[in-house]
């Protein structure tokens, strides 16, 4: 329930992180299992503060950030496979909520595959993680693309 109020509170977003699939999908890949690792480590961290006490709001704010990222990611992911879907059955393009009820069900029968739908599962993961780091959470196209270089600055006036 959660994901589908995400996809009609934020289509935009959601849209443009999905964009960024077909157009960058090794780098978001990258981008997700290094985010993904890095989070391992930022809990792991954060439970061994807990032993002081400290610790303890980290987690929290960690879980709670994990949690969107992986909604936010799966949302984009089902907008995704729910639009290529569409296109490739030349139906009409459906709406965000409804590109992503199609592709839930698409990932959901793929996911049933048993050894398959396992891999299947963890590269959506890593792919999800990788397009709310990257697209920060569809606001940015790539959020690491190097910015253009500042121009010298201009001589004094006399």
Known sequence: LAAFFGAMLIPKQIDRAAGQL???FWPVLGTGILAHIAFGFLVVFAALLCLILIGIPILFILIMAGVAI???????????FGQSLARSLKWNAPT?????????????VVGFIPIIGLVFKGVLTALGWGLAVRTR???LDNWFRKSAPLPPPAAPAA
Do not use: I
Request: proline share 0%.
């Open 70 to 80: 992986k909604v936010f990611g799966r949302v984009a992911l089902f907008y995704f």
């Open 96 to 108: 965000v909520l409804g590109a992503s009820f199609l592709g839930l069900l698409v990932v959901e």
């Open 137 to 139: 959470f569809g606001t």
């Open 22 to 24: 077909r157009t960058s």
